[in-house]
């Protein structure tokens, strides 16, 4: 059974950092391309970052370019999101998932298992 559970969730002053982790278990973590994704309330979920099956690429949203970093530890099965120069259009609550494919893909249909979600508020 394939499972993700995120931690790293919080509150933080605007301007602030945090970090997030997913720890995976169930399946060959290496194989599949990892992704972060976040949910506002009364929007719809939006692609924030991905990381390729071995890291070598990664992808963002314009809206987080630069100020976040995605990374994975394919020996301990984990993938982080740093994130930096926090804002309060950044508040959401944030969801790691493992998609289809060893390559990068950015739309939530093409990622088959998701974590539970950790809140993320930023107060301006």
């Known amino acids: 059974q394939v499972q993700l559970v995120e931690s790293g969730g919080g509150l933080v002053q605007a301007g602030g950092s945090l970090r997030l982790s997913c720890a995976v278990s169930g399946l060959f973590f290496s194989d599949y391309s990892m992704g972060w994704f976040r949910q506002a309330p009364g929007k719809e979920r939006e692609f924030v970052a991905a990381i390729s099956w071995g890291g070598g690429s990664t992808r963002y949203a314009d809206s987080v370019k630069g100020r976040f970093t995605i990374s994975r530890d394919n020996t301990k099965k984990t993938v982080d999101l740093q994130m930096n120069s926090l804002k309060s259009e950044d508040t959401a609550v944030y969801y790691c998932?493992?998609?289809?494919?060893?390559?990068?893909?950015?739309?939530?249909?093409?990622?088959?298992?998701w974590g539970q979600g950790t809140q993320v508020t930023v107060s301006s």
């Open positions: 998932a493992r998609s289809r494919d060893a390559f990068i893909v950015v739309h939530y249909g093409d990622y088959n298992d």
